[in-house]
């Protein structure tokens, strides 16, 4: 008798009157909105309006949902198009089938509809969404616990998956919780995107190639264990072939795109708020090192001029010093051509 699992749910759907309440199509839900709203916070905190994000989500779900779905039919075509298969399944998503890979594919196409109808580099986009995705994906494996499905091999740990159903060839038993594993991995991914993200300052796509990077890694391992049918070449499952691919493609991404672009976008939406924070800091930086040089100078050709403590020349470096301190943050050619002339006309007085 076993003493400790991970029961599974007596059934994945709840009717409200004839209307299906589906546990798989809730977690899916709820993953997006969690994408949406900590994908906001980070586009806001980043100079962008807030509800851009919730408006590109708007084209790239949709696109997303569908290019999952592809993927999924695609790969395991047998299971609606062999024989005594009936086609139409192919069209019930809420029976589960939705491939990572065809929704993070079609769904950038989305994004990148919206983003550029909105005048907004998609690059900058990604990056912002990239945790959100990450955390969406840990809800939605959620899913695959509703309908019993995708678990691993079998083994007794103490959080085996007890799986009850015996319907599509399961056989009951004790499994490995795979979705339990990917979700949980998931959650790390998306900590380590922010983490890197405030530690490193990354831009220009490079935080979203990092989620994906992390994700195939535990993708690969993950696939490892899963018992359910799958394609196979040269002994490895499709989805691990899939996953060293995107992990290689991501890794590049981020070693050139750090080369040629380094640091974030100065402007990630233009006209919002905060879309000339970055510019501005960049120009101050500018400015003071001008402005102190300028400071240099003028005091420099003062303290040249003779004089006795408290006398003409020191009190003339100090008029000069003043007004170049004053046009520190302006740029250097008309600010330190007017503390030159104010040393001049010390000198000259």
């Known amino acids: 008798m076993e003493l400790a699992y991970i029961p599974s749910p007596s059934r994945g759907v709840l009717y409200l009157g004839p209307i299906p ?15 949406v709203w900590l994908g906001n916070k980070r586009w806001v905190a980043r100079g962008g309006r807030s509800g851009t994000v919730a408006d590109i989500a708007v084209w790239a779900v949709p696109f997303g949902l569908v290019g999952g779905r592809l993927y999924h039919v695609i790969t395991d075509y047998e299971l609606y198009f062999s024989e005594g298969r009936d086609w139409v399944d192919a069209f019930k998503v ?5 491939g990572i890979w065809g929704a993070i594919a079609l769904g ?12 907004i580099p998609m690059p900058a986009y990604a990056d912002a969404v990239a945790p959100g995705i990450a955390l969406a ?81 535990g993708r690969a391992w993950i696939e490892y264990m899963r018992v359910d049918d ?19 493609l991501a890794v590049a991404y981020i070693v050139v795109s750090a080369r040629k672009r380094p640091g974030r976008e100065a ?25 102190n040089a300028a400071v240099g100078r003028a005091a420099d050709k003062a303290g040249d001029e003779p004089g006795d403590g408290e006398g003409t020349g020191a009190k003339a470096g100090d008029r000069a010093g003043d007004q170049a301190e004053d046009s520190a943050g302006e740029p250097a050619g008309p600010d330190a051509a007017a503390a030159k002339d104010e040393a001049e006309s010390a000198r000259k007085s």
């Open 137 to 217: 994906q840990a809800m939605g494996r959620w899913g695959n616990w509703f309908n019993q499905e995708l678990y691993g091999r079998e083994t007794h740990v103490p959080w085996a998956l007890h799986i009850t159903s015996s319907e599509g060839g399961r056989v009951p038993g004790y499994y490995h919780p795979t979705f339990l594993y990917e979700s949980l991995w998931c959650i790390g991914v998306a900590l380590l995107v922010i983490w890197a993200d405030r530690r490193f300052k990354m831009g220009h796509g490079r935080a979203f190639a990092l989620y994906v990077a992390a994700y195939c890694v």
């Open 230 to 248: 799958a394609h196979h070449i040269l002994g490895l499952r499709l989805n691990d072939w899939t996953a060293l691919i995107v992990f290689l």
């Open 108 to 119: 950038a196409l989305g994004a990148w509809i919206g983003a550029r109808r909105r005048g």
């Open 94 to 98: 809420w029976e589960g089938g939705l």
């Open 21 to 35: 309440l589906r546990g798989y199509a809730f977690c899916i839900i709820i993953g997006v909105f969690i994408a």
């Open 267 to 291: 402007v990630v939406e233009p006209g919002a708020p905060g879309a000339g924070t970055a510019a501005t800091e960049a120009e101050a930086e500018a400015g003071d090192e001008d402005g």
